[in-house]
Structure formats: structure tokens, C-alpha cells
């Protein structure tokens, strides 16, 4: 079944939430892949003021049509009262990259896996 692919920005508080978001979006096929960069320096305004938070950032392969169960996912598992959820779109794709994505966005027949 065709899919749009989207890229998704998320930053969680620490190595361990990460991971367990990570696994979480695996588990249920809402990602294909979970990247995690450790050692983010964000800067941001928050409640009115100027904020520096260490953080890490997970860059998800998903689907626009996964969207918003994976950002329902994200928001019900996450530490942050406003967790940063920011898909772009991709303008081009390898195509054997483009053929794994495909089978891995797949949910299993028997729905397991």
C-alpha cells in the first residue's frame, strides 16, 4: 500500500526516553526507523522566557498518513507538557532506500512483528 513519506522532529529529555519512544513507535509500525542524535543544545522561548535545555533528538521515518497516531503516541508517552512534533516532507528518496521504507512501514499480515 502506497504511503507519503514524512520525516519527524521530536526532542525528548534524555538518552532513556528516547530510546523507549523509539521502541514504542517501532512496535507499532508507526515508524520505519528512529534515529537518535544525543547531545542536542536547544534554545527556545518558553511561559515568556528565553530557555537552554540539553535534550536529544529523535529524527522518525514515517508516513503523513501515520502522522497523527505517531504524534498521539508521542504526546500520551512523553515527558514534555508541549513535546516538539514537526514533519517535513522529503523531496527526493533513494529508490532502494524508498523500497525498504515501503516494506517496513508495512504491518504484518498477522499483525505481529
Not at 523509539?22 to 542536542?40: D, F, R, S, T
Not at 508521542?74 to 527526493?92: G, Q, T
Request: proline fraction near 6%; include cysteine; aromatic fraction near 8%.
Amino acid at each position: 500500500m502506497p504511503f507519503t513519506p514524512r520525516l519527524v522532529f521530536v526532542t525528548a529529555s534524555s538518552l532513556e526516553e528516547a530510546r523507549k519512544l523509539a521502541q514504542g513507535l517501532l512496535e507499532k509500525h508507526l515508524a520505519a526507523c528512529v534515529n537518535i542524535l544525543p547531545m542536542v543544545e536547544s534554545h527556545y522561548r518558553w511561559k515568556g522566557k528565553i530557555e537552554k535545555s540539553s535534550e536529544v533528538m529523535l529524527v522518525i521515518k514515517s508516513s503523513a498518513e501515520q502522522f497523527e497516531a505517531l504524534a498521539g503516541f508521542v504526546r500520551k508517552h512523553h515527558s514534555y507538557e508541549c513535546p516538539e512534533i514537526v514533519a517535513v516532507a522529503p523531496h527526493k528518496i533513494s529508490p532502494a532506500y524508498r523500497s525498504w521504507w515501503d516494506e517496513a512501514m508495512m504491518e504484518p499480515a498477522d499483525g505481529k512483528g
